[in-house]
């Protein structure tokens, strides 16, 4: 068993290898990196660890879960980038691991890697461990939620019999509290998406599977115990505010475009095909198919196979639960389709796996493979170059003044820049040959090595030069306002940049830095004010104000204190 503690050693370092380097590389992304960031900014200031807050009121969009664990990373490597992203990283490399275990257990060692390839060497399931966001550790607790649902249900056709209730009963009760945790983390979405996968579940085997509903109905229980601890508390404490205005927020999301973020129906279509490239290509051949009954399966003396075709089948329904709940929800983000990622990869894991084993190779992963690949390198290797002939953007956007403006910043390109796409096309079609020619294994390795590499090296070399075209200048303003006794306020866009880079202070009074006092009244020390080109709104106007310059489509005003 030496070389399985080998692997598993291998596989957390090559998670810290690509996951944790360069993480505070580049600055914050607005809004969501910023906005989480912020909040776990202000719970160290104030001390108050119980309910978050965003420019020192109550944050009412989302429970604390994710920023305790902001907030203790703050602690330990300060109030910084890479201590904002650094949870993610923990947890990415908790999915590597926890991937190699389900992958060597249901089928050998090759999946198991085969699973973690899978997830290093995706674009998006790569790119969000390096975030800031919210989302890996929410998808994690669902899925290991779900996860204990099913090893509960395994042991109960199986070793079910003659044993404590602990014994009995501990995957589904385990289960149930990590969900409750991902309720914790982002809201009552998590257990939404597993409710809906376990009652397609239960409908695909015509409600007849043994015991079912009495084992939902604990595992139910068991997440809302934990979900409870913390709004019971809430309650308790500030009475049921938070409770509405937050269910109200999670209405807001599911029926309108909020905080401008529409799309179209297929918007997770084209986001899962494009952005979990090249994982996607290879699970497309399993996103749908029959299965056994549920009872036959896991009765069967044949059990490790028959658990592998019955993870398939959860896999398959939780896919397209994601898939569907997201293209139907009014708002369209990309990261609201990110908990696919694991039947995605679970998923064309296997298909590379049925290749090594009985050359199944699927006639669609010839075709899209090189397709996708050339495409994404081919548009990555022409960043440098659009950076660098931007005159060549102007007429397509000549009805925005304000992305015009945007390309005057300066911006160094260079050749070296294109090298992750042209890895990513090299990868890609090297892997391509040695799929046709019967060696998956070794095609799997190369078009997955190619795909860290691209995601790694783009970070590494590109983002940065992306990020000062996005916002650059304006979080430079920010920050040079740091040691500054000032208020900074944005006006006609939403922001969390100008509270955490100037680190904004608490203030006693939440009425002193509301628009209305800053702008007519006398808040006591400089009003900074910044607005986009072609949204002044009436500051030009205000009194005691004047206009400091403009930059890159942004225009920066200063009112002295009368």
């Not at 028959?306 to 959860?314: E, I, P, Y």
């Not at 329904?317 to 293209?327: H, K, P, R, T």
């Amino acid at each position: 068993m030496s070389f399985l503690r080998s692997d598993y050693t291998r596989v957390a370092l090559l998670g810290v290898l690509f996951l944790v380097p360069f993480l505070g590389g580049v600055h914050l992304f607005d809004w969501d990196e910023i906005n989480f960031a912020e909040c776990a900014r202000e719970m160290l200031l104030t001390g108050d660890y119980l309910r978050p807050q965003i420019d020192y009121e109550p944050f009412f969009e989302k429970p604390p879960l994710f920023i305790w664990m902001q907030a203790l990373s703050m602690q330990v490597f300060g109030v910084n980038e890479f201590a904002a992203r650094f949870p993610n990283a923990v947890a990415g490399i908790i999915v590597l691991l926890l991937s190699y275990h389900m992958g060597r257990r249901l089928h050998d060692r090759m999946f198991g890697w085969l699973w973690v390839l899978a997830w290093l060497g995706s674009i998006l399931p790569h790119l969000y461990f390096r975030s800031g966001i919210i989302d890996p550790w929410f998808n994690l607790f669902i899925f290991l939620g779900l996860w204990g649902f099913i090893e509960f249900r395994w042991l109960f056709f199986t070793r079910f019999q003659g044993r404590s209730f602990w014994r009995r009963y501990r995957y589904l009760l385990l289960g149930g509290w990590a969900l409750g945790l991902g309720i914790l983390t982002k809201g009552p979405v998590a257990y939404l998406i597993v409710f809906l996968v376990l009652m397609l579940y239960w409908a695909k085997y015509k409600f007849r599977n043994r015991g079912f509903l009495s084992h939902f109905i604990l595992f139910s229980l068991a997440a809302f115990s934990v979900s409870a601890l913390w709004f019971g508390v809430e309650t308790l404490l500030h009475g049921p505010k938070f409770v509405q205005e937050f269910v109200a927020y999670q209405i807001r999301l599911l029926t309108t475009a909020d905080s401008g973020h529409g799309g179209f129906l297929g918007y997770h279509v084209v986001v899962l095909l494009l952005g979990c490239f090249p994982i996607s290509v290879f699970a497309l051949p399993n996103l749908w198919g029959d299965r056994q009954p549920e009872d036959e399966v896991l009765e069967s003396h044949t059990l490790r196979i028959c658990q592998r075709s019955d993870l398939t089948t959860w896999m398959q329904l939780l896919f397209w639960v994601v898939l569907i709940v997201f293209s139907l929800v009014r708002t369209k983000i990309v990261h609201y389709s990110s908990l696919a990622y694991y039947p995605l990869t679970y998923l064309g894991a296997y298909t590379i796996w049925r290749a090594i084993h009985w050359d199944v190779r699927p006639r669609v992963v010839a075709i899209l493979l090189p397709t996708l690949g050339v495409l994404i390198g081919g548009v990555q290797m022409l960043l440098p170059w659009l950076g660098q002939n931007t005159h060549l953007l102007r007429p397509l956007l000549a009805k925005d003044p304000f992305a015009l403006a945007r390309l005057e910043v300066t911006v160094d390109w260079h050749w070296y820049h294109a090298l992750p796409g042209a890895i990513l096309v090299v990868g890609v079609l090297l892997g391509l040959r040695l799929w046709l020619r019967s060696k998956p294994w070794t095609a799997a390795q190369i078009v997955f090595s190619a795909g860290a590499l691209f995601v790694a090296l783009t970070l590494v070399l590109c983002i940065g030069n992306i990020e000062r075209y996005s916002q650059g200048s304006t979080i430079d303003f920010y920050k040079s306002k740091a040691h500054e006794d000032c208020f900074i306020k944005t006006v006609g866009f939403k922001s969390y940049a100008h509270l955490f880079y100037p680190k904004k202070p608490p203030v006693k009074d939440p009425t002193v830095d509301e628009y209305a006092n800053l702008a007519y009244g006398n808040p006591g020390k400089t009003v900074y004010f910044v607005a986009k080109m072609n949204r002044l709104e009436e500051l030009p106007t205000l009194p005691n104000c004047r206009e400091l310059y403009r930059k890159h489509g942004m225009v920066y005003f200063v009112r002295q204190a009368p």
